[in-house]
């Protein structure tokens, strides 16, 4: 049995952009990976099928993305070598589900990192086509990426070095978000930020200048979410007041992430939220 990491992303920045002809939006985003983490194991099958299973009852087994993976990456080794192979997949869920943390992403991910580890058969390029195939956070939670400028619907990347060393607090509200409806509300009024605030990380990052991110990490949907969610501006603003440098929605919510750098603020933060949040996750960034 082999386990891998499946590791959920954080959004320092999430610049809406315009619809494109295929229903998506352009976007600039950067993603940093944290050590919240869902495991995955892996086992040899036999019988050659793709069989998945996992400790939390999220949606049908064909329906999960990890499988989708597995299935197109498995149909593309038989073209590509005239063979098969079988394995089985069990998924230990922590990152919550519709959070805008990536997990499912995640999950995908890692499937297609160990289909091309263990068995090969097909080029690298045809494991990120397959990624892209089925979402646009999934390249992003590839193996080769911890940091990233995300650019086009989100699956053009440029590394970027890693956010590094910080300690970092997610909280989820009870209430969760329809990432259709943000979207559809984002459309009837655009919130556009001047500046490249993402580019602006990007080379902050690059050039060791981290500490001095803070002001730039921006997130299209999150006035929108707060209107409808007032749980997390209720968070953010109970995160800074604990001594967070930065605290802010990730993704398309309703998961908030606070960035610390003294360990004893963000317990203390931690001890405040989990009474009123049933979901809160003490992590920190990867950076290797």
Partial sequence: MTTKNAYAKINLTLEIREKREDGYHNIRSVMQKVTLCDSLNFEKNEDDKIVLTCNVDVCAPEDNLAYKAAVKYLDMYKKEQGKSFGVKIHIDKHIPD????????????????????????????????????????????????????????????????????????????????????????????????????????????????QENIYDFTVNSFAPICEKACPDITLIKDTMKKSGALASQMSGSGSSVYGIFENEDDLNLCFAELSEKFKKCYKCATVIE
Avoid: W
């Fill in 98 to 209: 519709k959070a805008g943390l990536a997990g499912g992403s995640a999950d995908c991910a890692c499937v297609l990192d160990y289909l091309y580890e263990t068995y090969g058969g097909i080029g690298y390029e045809k494991v990120e086509e397959i990624a892209a195939s089925l979402g646009s956070d999934i390249n992003f939670c590839l193996g080769k990426y911890i940091c990233a400028l995300c650019t086009d619907r989100g699956i053009v990347l440029e590394k970027c070095a890693p956010f590094d060393g910080k300690y970092i607090l997610i909280c989820v509200p009870d209430h969760g978000m329809k990432t259709s409806e943000i979207y559809r509300a984002f459309d009837d009024s655009p919130i556009l930020y001047d500046g490249n605030p993402s580019e602006q990380v990007k080379n902050l990052l690059n050039n060791n200048k």
